[in-house]
């Protein structure tokens, strides 16, 4: 009987191309890898000294399915004015406040932070309105296209249960991941949002919710 020679199966790792790192801060945010390539360099600092609305302080971490935190993780925020107007022509009344910023982890600590102002509510074209809330985009080693979420207001309640984008998710106990908790640290208002890439099992699900944007 003639029997065929078993095949051996070769695999590859996956090569520096097929994830978002571990090398995205070079490129993306070079400052904080040690390296002065842009005479303008990107950072987590949105509000100016002039810039109208309450100050606050965004950090948190962001978790792996393992429910380690991530320290070459990069995050980019995009956000409203204190009257709900975007930096942008399409908005009716165009602001001037940039509202975009992009920051690092801590490489030893794994907490990312943006000091920004918070946000109004954003008026809709149906006459409707969402609440105040802060687009977040975060790319990691692992991941290979950056995920989209959302960062609500644990102090806007009323408004969070009238937004249409939060309302929209089916699972309304995973809503949740998207509201950031107010703390106030002295004359500091500090709002946390830990961000998870996967759940850690059991009865609740702890994934952050990620739009397909």
Known sequence: MHTQPQQQLTHYRETASQTGGPYVHIGLAPQQAGFEIFENNFGNVLAKPDTPGERIRIEGTVYDGLGLPLRDVLLEIWQADAEGHYAHPADPKPSSFRGWGRTGADFETGLYSFETIKPGPVALANGGTQAPHI????????????????????????????DPVLTGIEWATRRKTLIAQREQRGSETVYRFDIRIQGQGGAEDLETVFFDV
């Open 135 to 162: 687009a977040v985009w975060v790319v990691a080693r692992g991941i290979n296209l950056g995920l989209h979420t959302r960062i609500y207001f644990s102090d806007e309640q009323q408004a969070n249960e009238r």
